[in-house]
């Protein structure tokens, strides 16, 4: 900061500090006082003609630190001190040739005097109210910008989010049909088992809305299923396990899976026979150090299980929609009923991010 900024910013802190009326007028008044001391104590040392020496820098100093009406009583409390004590003939408020040109050379002096300070005490508050206006502009302009990069900042991982949601959704669909077209021969075959299977992957959409942050329970997800397969009222399927939230894609692919073991199992397995009854038990176990998350789907009480050729429509979501480290499906086909069992990386079924 250079010397006259240093000086600009001193004049204005001087100018501008706010000060009692106590203050202003107890400065004015005692600055006479001193003046008129000093010039009392001087009078013997200086030569004639100098009856305002120490009363203009008691004025000055009165209008830069008490304002204008302290400086200008100040300016008439010394004029009358000199004029009385100082001017000839001494000792008397008398007129003459030389009393009135001195009176108003001193008049002129502290008139200029004084409009010159009051004007630089009006300019350094306009500044100063000028300063604090700017500062808050910037602040005002700083928030605003912080608060547009959040927005953008959000609405990048929003597009981001939609995108990758929406790659995970064609992947599935992708796989159905597939798979679809895999299996079904004929076009109505085709179009029933395509409207039901993106039908179930539309209702696990909901629910992902409807959870928070995207997420889904997997009490939700079995419920949904059940109800879909004729559960109400029935208790056909049976559930039990604990309070555990999936990320989007994980819970497309499981509604998936357990819509198709339900449907098998309403053609051919448990759900086939009048007596017939599915459980889904689900969990987290600790494998070699990581939590897996464990679904079980058991059948009872249905025809006797065949070994299938070809592999089954879950196997092939476990590519599309599961985590890919340690994820599987396996197939169970024994006498008394089909047993699936569906596990995963537990942080990976709860995560966007899944390869």
């Known amino acids: 900061m250079s010397d006259k900024s240093r000086f600009t910013t001193a004049l204005q802190t001087i100018v501008t500090r706010n000060r009692s009326p106590l203050f202003r007028w107890s400065l ?45 009583v100040s300016a008439v409390l010394c004029g009358l001190a000199s004029w009385f004590f100082f001017i000839a003939p001494a000792n008397s408020f008398a007129l003459n040739a030389g009393a009135t040109t001195a009176l108003l050379f001193y008049a002129f002096i502290v008139s200029v005097d004084i409009v010159i300070i009051h004007g630089i005490t009006v300019t350094a508050q306009h500044l100063k109210a000028e300063r604090e206006s700017m500062a808050r502009l910037a602040h005002s302009l700083q928030r605003s910008n912080l608060a547009l990069a959040e927005r953008e900042s959000e609405q990048q991982v929003l597009s981001q989010e939609i ?130 998350f464990v679904i079980k789907w058991v059948e009872q009480g249905g025809p006797a299980v065949e070994q299938p050729q070809d592999k089954g429509f879950g196997s092939r979501l476990v590519r599309a929609g599961l985590p890919s480290s340690g994820s599987e499906v396996i197939m169970d086909f024994r006498p008394e009923g089909l047993v699936c069992t569906i596990s995963a990386d537990l942080a990976g079924m709860q995560s966007e991010q899944i390869g």
């Not at 008044?29 to 010039?39: E, N, Q, S, W, Y």
């Not at 990758?164 to 796989?175: C, D, S, T, Y």
């Open 28 to 72: 004015s008044l005692g600055l006479c006082v001193v003046a008129f001391a000093l010039r009392y104590g001087l009078s013997d040392a200086l030569p004639p003609g100098f009856p305002y020496l120490t009363f203009f820098p008691a004025v000055i100093v009165t209008t830069l630190l008490a304002g204008l009406w302290p400086g200008v």
């Open 163 to 292: 995108g990758h949601r929406l790659k995970n959704q064609l992947a599935l669909i992708q796989a159905i049909v597939s798979q679809t077209l895999r299996s079904k021969n004929d076009l109505p075959g085709i179009s029933k088992t395509l409207t039901e299977r993106i039908g179930v992957l539309a209702d696990a959409q909901d629910m992902l809305i409807a959870g928070s942050a995207g997420h889904a329970s997997v009490a939700d997800i079995v419920q949904k299923i059940a109800a879909l397969h004729g559960n109400e009222g029935q208790r056909r399927i049976v559930a039990d396990g604990p309070a555990i939230k999936l990320s989007s894609k994980p819970t497309l692919t499981l509604s998936m899976i357990l819509h198709e073991l339900a449907t098998n199992a309403t053609k051919y397995g448990a759900l086939a026979s009048v007596d017939g009854v599915v459980n889904i038990n689900w969990s987290v176990e600790s494998r070699q150090g990581v939590e897996a």
